[in-house]
């Protein structure tokens, strides 16, 4: 990290602002501004062009939208253009290879494992400013080759002071420690079970951020829904996701690049980060009852779409829901070692269904801890995780994972990396992750991504 000054307002700045309100990006890629707002570094391993930029602003938002350092094209008087993009090719298996599930109502369903090679996962960013060095833009190209899926999205910030920053675009709803700028700097290239089941997605919105006093940062968000990946305007509805996160680095006033888990850098001096972050939506199942839903951000604690039919009770299908989250988080790094910690808080309610359902309330508790250290320094990390959920079906779904991390080029910028996972129940699942619905038993996954 470096440090910039505190920026001032001109004198026609009311009127700047006025129009400027909902210009923004969340901390995203930062060209040449000032000095001396933000905390000193204390790792040992200073900034480099293959770690991450000393461009971008302190990132408590979305790592999914802060580019790499990349390589500038573009330079001039009246604005930049850079270009930086990220890749995943990664082996997966999940075992068993055939196996089924009995849900909370006691129906046998089967699980779909998974055994694939795949280029899973590509961003490239076009990003930089124009008319002032504070107005920032991001343009993502994204690509899930796992599931065919392929998007382009944006979103804009200006930047009034370290106090105060304005954005608009495609954002997190603020719910667990990953959606908050770490990624891809996490032990493994995909989130862990209880952070992945609890957690809200990405949808387009508007929010503010800034340092509330140094080294403590706010973020609040209001977005569209819960998660708008398979959700369009056609069948949204009109309510909409509130969300805030309150981030605290009381030692160092810093956790390295990102803010991600590994102490690649080497911290000297102990760095901490604590978290508080709550969000509420109001969600529904974004298509007609005779059709699947399209919410899918969503899971019972046995692994089912609340939205499907049949979900909660038989011959009932659920409408709409509320969805109320609470986590507390808190990390620490020192000379090569780190760990972090977070609890989670869900809570759905308010349900309108097509019938009589046997519960008002539905709500799971969890945590996860993770470790690491670096057994050879800036070169191969070796951790640990446990993650658990404390549900209302008592099926008490838990993970054990470990893994390796080799970074040939002694930076952030290229890994390799090993992973097992031993799930039992597991209430999560996608194609996007490590997991799938209902599987008990264990995955292992081979992995190389870069960020440039």
């Not at 280029?119 to 833009?137: I, M, Q």
């Not at 603020?174 to 995909?190: E, F, I, N, V």
């Not at 006033?253 to 901490?272: I, M, N, S, W």
């Not at 890994?415 to 194609?431: D, E, K, M, Q, W």
Request: with cysteine; charged share 15%.
């Amino acid at each position: 990290m470096i440090s910039s000054p505190m920026f001032r307002l001109p004198s026609r700045a009311a009127a700047l602002l006025a129009a400027l309100l909902l210009l923004a990006s969340p901390h995203a890629v930062r060209a040449q501004d000032e000095a001396d707002t933000q905390p000193v570094d204390t790792t040992t391993a200073k900034a480099t062009p293959t770690q991450y930029s000393p461009d971008t602003y302190p990132n408590t938002t979305a790592g999914e939208l802060t580019p790499g350092r990349g390589f500038d094209l573009v330079k001039t008087k009246k604005g930049s253009l850079n270009v930086s993009f990220y890749g995943l090719f990664r082996w997966i298996n999940q075992m068993p290879g055939q196996q089924t599930f009995t849900d909370h109502l006691g129906r046998v369903r089967d699980v779909k494992e998974r055994n694939d090679l795949n280029w899973h996962r590509t961003f490239v960013w076009l990003s930089g400013w124009f008319w002032r060095p504070e107005f920032r833009y991001t343009i993502s190209l994204w690509s899930l080759g796992t599931t065919q899926q392929a998007l382009i999205f944006g979103n804009l910030q200006y930047r009034v002071a370290p106090q105060l920053n304005f954005g608009v675009g495609i954002g997190p709803n603020m719910t667990a420690r990953s959606t908050q700028g770490s990624w891809p700097y996490w032990a493994a290239t995909d989130r862990q079970m209880a952070e992945e089941f609890f957690r809200g997605g990405f949808s387009s919105g508007a929010w503010v951020s800034g340092q509330v006093v140094p080294r403590l940062n706010y973020i609040a968000s209001v977005n569209t829904n819960l998660s708008q990946l398979g959700t369009t305007a056609t069948n949204d509805t009109r309510d909409v996701a509130t969300s805030a996160s309150l981030i605290w680095f009381p030692t160092t006033g810093e956790f390295g690049p990102r803010g991600g888990l590994g102490d690649l850098e080497v911290h000297e001096k102990l760095a901490t980060r604590f978290g508080v972050s709550a969000c509420h939506a109001r969600e529904s199942r974004y298509a007609p009852l005779n059709q699947p839903p399209n919410m899918t951000q969503i899971r019972l604690s046995d692994g089912v779409n609340p939205f499907e039919a049949d979900a909660l009770a038989p011959g009932v299908t659920v409408e709409t829901l509320d969805y109320d989250y609470v986590s507390a988080d808190a990390g620490a790094k020192l000379k090569g070692f780190s760990f972090q910690a977070e609890a989670y808080y869900r809570k759905l309610s308010n349900f309108r269904a097509r019938g009589p359902l046997p519960l008002n309330v539905n709500q799971d508790q969890g945590f996860m801890v993770q470790a690491m250290q670096m057994v050879v320094p800036r070169t191969l990390a070796l951790y640990a995780t446990y993650g658990y959920v404390n549900d209302d079906f008592h099926r008490f779904p838990y993970e054990i994972s470990a893994g390796a991390d080799i970074y040939p080029t002694k930076s952030r910028v290229w890994r390799l990396n090993a992973h097992y996972i031993n799930v039992f129940r597991c209430p999560t699942g996608s194609n996007f992750g490590y997991y799938t619905a209902g599987q008990s038993g264990n995955t292992v996954s081979l992995g190389t991504d870069i960020l440039l």
